[in-house]
């Protein structure tokens, strides 16, 4: 929307629900399930395709798309390796800070960090399975659907976790 006018149009997506494929220009791509986007410090921005059980990057200056993680098929793996070769559930929450992207993989009760400059993949929080701590340890901390995340300017982690009614924070 142009705040001074009131006007609003479509930066991304043709409504359709089809796959996006990875390098296609912005306009006139299909987008799957759009649900959360964030920004870096460059003005590109990350965008969680929870149907497509991918991420992408959309280069502001080329307005080209380009997949940087997920392989579109929903399940969990990948950990220490390549992002684009890893399996997402359903992403719907993404926060970006000093080169790592975090990802909320809601249907895998995890949060995963993209170190973007290697591609690598990781889990820093979460079991895997769906419940409810316990607390301190993250590798132990089962997490219960999580939505959304934020990193703050000291750089610790929250989550929305939401099934179990809390916020987390990984500092």
Known sequence: ????????????????????????????????????????????LYLALREGNTIYRIDNHSLTLHHIAGTGENGYSGDGGQAHLAKLGGPKGLAWNRGLLYVADTENHVIRE????????RTVLGTGQRG?????????????????????????LYVGDSEAHRIRILR
């Open 1 to 44: 929307m142009e705040l001074a006018t009131g006007m609003i149009d479509t930066y991304a997506g043709t409504g359709e629900k089809k796959p996006t494929p990875d390098g296609a220009p912005l306009g006139g791509t299909p987008l799957n399930g759009p649900r959360t986007i964030a920004f870096d410090f460059n003005g590109d």
């Open 114 to 121: 993209i170190e973007l400059s290697t591609g690598l993949i």
């Open 132 to 156: 409810d701590g316990p607390e301190p340890d993250p590798y132990r901390c089962a997490l219960a659907r999580p939505h959304g995340v934020h990193v703050d300017d000291r750089g610790a």
